[in-house]
């Protein structure tokens, strides 16, 4: 299958899966608040993954596409000595790759793609960002979009 377009975005920030909807006493669903936070650190998370992907002009396509991404989360002060490599590190914890997926896939709805069933296949990987003097120093996701003939 052949690649008809690729556009790489770098989105910076930390990578946010979104929560799951709770279900009101009243039957409806709402997505619950975080104390202090007058938007959800997900639904701001998507809402940068659409502007950068609208900055990069990107054309809606009907056929298949390929996404591969791969998130740079916070590295913990554990992982910060002297004897700690200065590249990334794989992330093995709390926040679910698929998750984490499903948020990106969602934000590029409509805007990429019709549908994000359209959406075939991807690689995903999670590191812990670089230190200081690395320059994936900061937490953010790298998304390459690739839009497929077909």
């Given amino acids: 299958m052949k690649i008809k377009s690729e556009i790489t975005l770098i989105v910076l920030g930390v990578p946010v899966a979104m929560p799951r909807y709770k279900r009101a006493k009243s039957g409806g669903v709402y997505l619950p608040k975080l104390e202090g936070k007058p938007v959800h650190p997900a ?3 998507k809402s940068d993954i659409r502007t950068e992907a609208k900055a990069q002009r ?8 390929k996404i591969d991404w791969t ?4 590295r913990p002060k554990r992982l910060m000595r002297k004897k700690d490599s200065i590249e990334p590190i794989p992330h093995i914890g709390q926040l679910d790759r698929d998750n984490i997926d499903k948020t990106i896939l969602d934000a590029l709805e409509g805007i990429a793609y019709k549908n994000d069933g ?3 296949s991807g690689t995903i990987e999670k590191f812990y960002h670089g230190k200081p003097e690395h320059h994936l120093n900061r937490p953010h996701v790298k998304i390459i979009i690739k839009q497929m003939e077909g």
Wanted: proline share 11%; net charge negative; no cysteine.
């Fill in 118 to 120: 359209q959406v075939f």
């Fill in 43 to 45: 639904v701001q998370f």
């Fill in 71 to 74: 998130a740079y989360l916070p």
């Fill in 58 to 65: 990107i054309t809606m396509h009907d056929g298949p596409v």
